[in-house]
């Protein structure tokens, strides 16, 4: 993807200057804004600073921020001239050319856009004298100046070739504004572009900024239209990203660079209009059990109606069919640490026309490719890894016995026939840790393609809250994968870590699924009397048969259903769901989380 | 504490039903409001949860709540209807016969007053019925009625013996009610009081409501205020609480109860104006260290101008002393649990005229009381614990040889006359877990009787953001603590954890003690020369002075000074501050924070 500059501002990072460098550079970022902070809490000095981007290969673009400059009192002005031109000499050995001047918060500062222009001119003055420049950033909290066409407004009136704008997305988009307006200022005038995502909040600017900014493609902002608005003005400086999160600060910076350049590429690909090559459904969900307990997974499938219909050439790898419904079992002894659990997704294989193309670009989004161990004529599957090691395989959409990638041919068959009752993979629910679901979205939204389903949706589970949302892939069989996280998660009391994940499977009649899974002992979790009572007021017909079936029911309000049955949890991690959706329903049943988790509580309690 | 019927709502606590009960009845709440989704996950009819309440001595106050039920249109209404009679049908069983209605979120629902009494009005002629009656409560978010008034109105114009208010008090304050009003609604149409604090945020208020509601005495609203009026207008009914929050959803129910009837018996003290025993400054603070690494405590003391001037009698315990500042170390092996610190803040003794008044009433406020080990002739000090087990000692103001609490006398004098320089201790400094902040605020407020010194700071600190606040005793000589902790902090890049305590000494001459401890080889933190540079860019003078004895400063807005030196981390846990205020300073050097933060940083890892 393109030459286009990228940098960072050291402020996005955990850690101390020096890792906020170093994550930056392994990254593969252009060049950072070294944020004031930062410097102070180094003991290094401004020039050794500089030999350290040098040596890592990043450019300084930006000293940020010098704040409460300006339309001040003479006096207080004095001050400020005091505190820029020692920003100068800072500047001068860390050999950056360009400051950030953000709107004076200063109760002091005067409503006055002449004096602030005069100010700001005089301040350019003594820049250019340097061979600096500075960028002025309209605050979105700013005394006065809090919008960009009005800090655009004084640096036209200041006029001086010194002086120029810093767009901040943030700031632009927190305040309704319009970023078209972009165009009509001289390219010349555009010094420095920060950039910054967020979720649409209704809270003051201050806070929504300082706590909850994202990385862009995780939010809510379209911030293709704002690059794509400078583009046409010819702005080209960096693009450099400002985010102030609060789970950011504390992430371990490796990998927070890379999911930080991993959304300018993508940002890129979306401003170029590239085709993302097109996702058509889940092939197979991958699972992988402890030999242990695997029978749990594979009893259940059974009574679910799917068939093991194929066993692995060379590993201890089940095939299961239902229908369209395709899920591996692998055999895997769980590593004695810690975080080792005894039952888990571990790929989600999705159809495509050109699974190279997938791949390849998973990996210019800065996915690892992952090399499958295979014997000669087995089959080479694509694979990128996500953030949290799940595997994304990219199958044909039509596997055929000629291709290098016929996954299918890997498996010997069993000679039984797929099971019937399942058309296909309704979606995986995954449960990242809380600090770990940004990336995790991030990567379904580039790297997979996936696109939000609706708002997040806060589940008042039995342990506390836990925030789902639903990613999809267009189409008439989307990839559908949800997200759940509980939002606080600690001391020893909540159960649950890891949280459950689940593979639900579309069925056209969940009756008759529900019926033959209870025929053939599989104990369909039981939410209990409560809950049917509470439909029926709710005026929900045959509530009697959905609770001798132990469905569980979601009506929208459009009146699509979501009727769906639910396993135990299995192997102490995964569960199984049959889904059948009605009405043109597109949610994940988040209203029956809550009983549904109550209920897996008491049944693993009584295990 | 007062005979008045303290109750909690299922929805503040964590766990499935039969924990959140189980948990309300041993904190000794009277009864419970049944939370709707509480009762839908629980697979117990609710007679059976009538009679698990009934064994736990807990009366079920309240049923809630029923939503979208008035100012329907009538189809509309008849499905509210037929709602409306399950939930009577489950509140005759539950044996309750209040049951709240929130006014209408539905879309439908017409801004039509009589519409809504009306329809009100015939819903409670069929509670009556049945012996049941209505609390209609404001929601500040409701379709058209959402302040209390409005509700009160509504409830007035219907006139049904059946149809009362509920008033909650977030709901009232979040609109800014004026609880005044409260008077002149009969006591007989006040059926419900729902008692939740918060702190002041500008945002939207649903997500406030559902997300950051506190216990009162957490937050910022005058509950003491409302509950007079309420006194003032006759409602006899429950206190009961509605606490909606992040951290509470999640926590160990147990401890949880009891924090939230701690907060209830502090709001009727208060309401009581009972006096508060007085607090006069701290009488000295306990720091238990490994012996493998106490010399690291000790010889930073000493060079800080500690003497040890006594040893305990029978234990290893020394007494150091400088001016009026006391510290007592003690040594103790840590246990060989993950839990367990080399070095941690064990006691913090405060001075009060009447020591067993300030311990009895921390027992009334649900602190337990801590008896200490002694011998027969050693000082009995008064002592409760803080919910993380920190001894909070009360000690009388002028130890005398006669009192049975002469607590000096258990220390054999060294021979050594205390050092000079600090004057007392300035503050403590103790850093729980950010889940755990909450029940230590409460602690300080009601058990020790601290106030809030300004709102919360955001520290940038290098590991991510860390909250603190500043909590101190009125008086010429206050007790001052320090809560900080970080707002999140997960996975294994974060290091600190335990995060830092510290000891902060009151110096009348930071620079005089400085150079002592540094001529006596302590080598007090340096945060380094851009730190200086930046200072004397805001105008401040003789930086080379304050950086060669490594002295850090924050001025306030009104020019008032916080000049201090900082330690090592000592022990791997504990630093110690030398700390000389000025011109009227009142905080607690949170500016420096991030500086300070990475310069130990820097350090430990450098060790």
Chains 1, 2 share one sequence.
């Not at 004298?129 to 800090?151: C, P, Q």
């Amino acid at each position: 993807m393109g030459g286009r500059r990228l940098g960072i501002a050291t402020a996005c990072l955990s850690g101390l200057l020096e890792d906020k460098l170093a994550a930056a550079a392994a990254a593969g970022f252009d060049g950072v804004e070294i944020f004031v902070p930062d410097l102070l809490g180094s003991p290094e000095s401004p020039a050794d600073i500089a030999r350290r981007c040098a040596d890592l290969g990043l450019a300084v673009d930006l000293y940020q921020p010098i704040r409460d400059v300006e339309a001040l009192p003479r006096d207080a002005f004095a001050a400020s001239l005091r505190r820029v031109e020692h920003a100068f000499d800072v500047m001068e050995q860390l050999g950056t050319t360009t400051a950030l001047i953000c709107s004076s918060v200063d109760p002091r500062a005067i409503d006055d856009d002449d004096l602030a222009a005069a100010q700001l001119a005089e301040v350019a003055d003594r820049a250019a004298d340097r061979g600096l420049r500075i960028a002025y950033e309209a605050l979105a909290w700013g005394r006065h100046v809090n919008t960009w066409d009005h800090s655009w407004r004084i640096v036209a009136r200041a006029d001086h070739p010194a002086l120029g704008l810093c767009v901040d997305s943030f700031h632009l988009y927190a305040r309704g504004g319009d970023p078209a307006g972009l165009r009509d200022v001289p390219a010349g005038k555009l010094f420095f572009l920060q950039l910054a995502d967020a979720p649409r909040l209704d809270m003051a600017v201050l806070p929504w900024s300082r706590h909850h900014r994202l990385f862009p493609g995780q939010g809510d902002f379209d911030l293709t239209a704002l690059v794509g608005h400078l583009d046409a003005a010819g702005y080209d400086g960096p693009w450099s990203l400002e985010v102030f999160n609060d789970v950011f600060r504390q992430a371990d910076p490796g990998p927070a660079a890379v999911d930080a350049r991993r959304s300018l590429l993508g940002l890129e690909e979306s401003l170029a209009g590239a085709a993302v090559p097109a996702v058509g459904g889940t092939a197979f969900v991958e699972l992988a059990v402890d030999p242990a307990t695997s029978a749990e997974v594979t009893d259940a499938l059974a009574a679910l109606g799917f068939a093991r219909t194929g066993a692995h050439r060379t590993k201890p790898v089940g095939l299961w069919e239902a229908g369209g419904a395709r899920v591996v079992v692998r055999e895997e002894v769980p590593l004695p640490d810690a975080g080792s659990v005894p039952a888990a997704v571990a790929a989600l294989a999705v159809r495509t026309p050109d699974p190279e193309a997938l791949a390849r670009r998973g990996v210019e989004l800065l996915a690892p490719r992952v090399p499958l161990p295979h014997a000669g004529d087995e089959a080479e599957l694509r694979a990128v890894a996500a953030p949290d090691g799940t595997l994304l395989f990219c199958c044909p959409e039509r596997p055929s016995p000629g291709g290098d990638d016929f996954w299918p041919g890997d498996f010997v068959s069993t000679g039984v026939r797929p099971g019937v009752g399942a058309t296909g993979i309704d979606h995986v629910a995954l449960s990242p840790p809380f600090d770990l679901v940004a990336e995790a979205e991030l990567f379904l939204r580039t790297v997979v393609g996936l696109a939000p389903v609706g708002e997040p949706t806060d589940i008042v589970a039995p342990f506390g809250l836990v925030r789902g949302r639903l990613f999809a892939s267009a189409g008439a069989e989307p990839v559908r994968v949800v997200l759940s996280s509980s939002l606080v998660r600690r001391g020893g009391w909540a159960p649950g870590v890891p949280a459950p994940q689940s593979v639900a499977f579309a069925v056209p009649d969940v009756l008759t699924v529900a019926r033959a899974a209870l025929d053939a002992g599989l104990p369909l979790l039981d939410v209990g009397p409560n809950y049917y009572a509470d439909l029926a007021a709710r005026g929900v017909a045959d509530v009697d048969v959905l609770a001798a079936h132990r469905v569980l029911l979601d009506v929208d309000a459009s009146g699509g259903q979501y009727r769906h049955v639910v396993t135990p949890v299995l192997g102490g991690r995964v569960f199984l769901e049959a889904v059948e959706r009605s009405g043109g329903y597109a949610g994940f049943g988040a209203a029956d989380a809550p009983v549904r988790m109550a209920a897996h509580r008491r049944s693993r309690a009584s295990v």
